[in-house]
């Protein structure tokens, strides 16, 4: 038995490449509060590895990374709520 996730908020950062969707994931979860779930569509690899590394710094929790198709990922993250 899952719960099905409804995320607060959807950044599709999709076709933008470094630094973009690193410093727009962390952007965003800045001004969310605590507990509120970011949904990140993104297709470049190495912000697939990055964010979730910055998440752990900066206090935020990766609740899933899944490959979509090809490139294509979705992140599901939970704010620490810093604001």
Known sequence: MSEKIVPTKTLNVC???CPYPDMDTMTTLKKMNKGEI???LLD???SVERI????KKQGHKL????QISGPNHRLL???HGLK
């Open 44 to 46: 470049y690899p190495l």
């Open 77 to 79: 993250i939970e704010a």
């Open 15 to 17: 076709g933008k490449i």
């Open 63 to 66: 609740i899933s990374a899944e």
């Open 52 to 55: 979730p590394r910055n998440l």
């Open 38 to 40: 970011l949904e990140v």
